[in-house]
């Protein structure tokens, strides 16, 4: 099995990385920057890298071409941003996942895996839910935005008769996670900031990162085309 992956220098893209070559696969990362620590943690993993850009379609055609699968894991992770870092989290986040998909529908790839967020169903309240429940509230966040944006496409590239297997993370924790969320919990872990909750009716579902590259793969190798799975 031969897979392209997308965002495998990344917080979740480096446990994937390692769960799909635990296979035995062969896995064709791009990467932006060939020297970054990043891109060279990969290839000391065995991975190969090219590189390109979500960003730019025909930087990806060659190396994704010939493979049986593509995992579209690059994505643009924080909070308040000023104008120019939104246009780059939109150009990364939707325009990077359109031409992802495009392209893998162009080539005929045989499986796409799209990493999407549980912010797609914004929050559920005290309801448990499943992979079939519909967003109830607007977004909060122009990040949230993005990822709703991007999954809605994801979505119509199924309909539009790609191969395609939606995975929703929610709540990621574990070593070099650097969003506002793991900043917090790195101060509760290490002792410099007491416990204290975040709200007194809020419930939050965390799912370690060593997990979360697990259950890509695993999603991956015997997850059904046109089904969503929630990883919590």
């Known amino acids: 099995m031969k897979v392209f992956l997308t965002g495998g220098t990344g917080f979740i893209g480096q446990p994937l990385a390692k769960a799909l070559l635990a296979r035995g696969w062969v896995v064709v990362a791009l990467v932006r920057n060939p020297d970054s620590l990043q891109a060279r943690a990969l290839r000391k993993m065995g991975a190969q890298c090219v590189v390109g850009d979500v960003t730019e379609r025909d930087s990806m055609r060659a190396a994704m071409m010939g493979t049986d699968m593509v995992i579209h894991n690059a994505g ?72 709703v944006e991007a999954h809605l496409i994801a979505q119509q590239y199924q309909k539009e008769g790609l191969p395609l297997i939606i995975v929703c993370p929610n709540g990621v924790v574990g070593a070099n996670n650097y969003s506002p969320y793991g900043y917090f919990l790195r101060f509760y872990l290490n002792w410099p900031m007491p416990p204290y909750a975040w709200a007194p009716d809020m419930i939050v579902s965390l799912v370690h990162v060593d997990d979360v590259g697990e259950g890509i793969a695993l999603a991956a190798e015997k997850g059904q085309d046109g089904e969503t799975y929630i990883l919590a």
């Open 76 to 147: 643009f992770h924080e909070y308040g941003l000023k104008r120019a870092e939104r246009k780059q989290m939109q150009a990364i986040n939707v325009t990077g996942t359109d031409n992802v998909l495009s392209l893998a529908l162009e080539l005929g790839i045989a499986r796409t895996i799209y990493v999407s967020s549980t912010m797609y169903y914004g929050e559920t309240g005290s309801e448990a839910c499943d992979e079939t429940y519909q967003r109830q509230k607007p977004c909060h966040s122009f990040y949230e935005q993005t990822k």
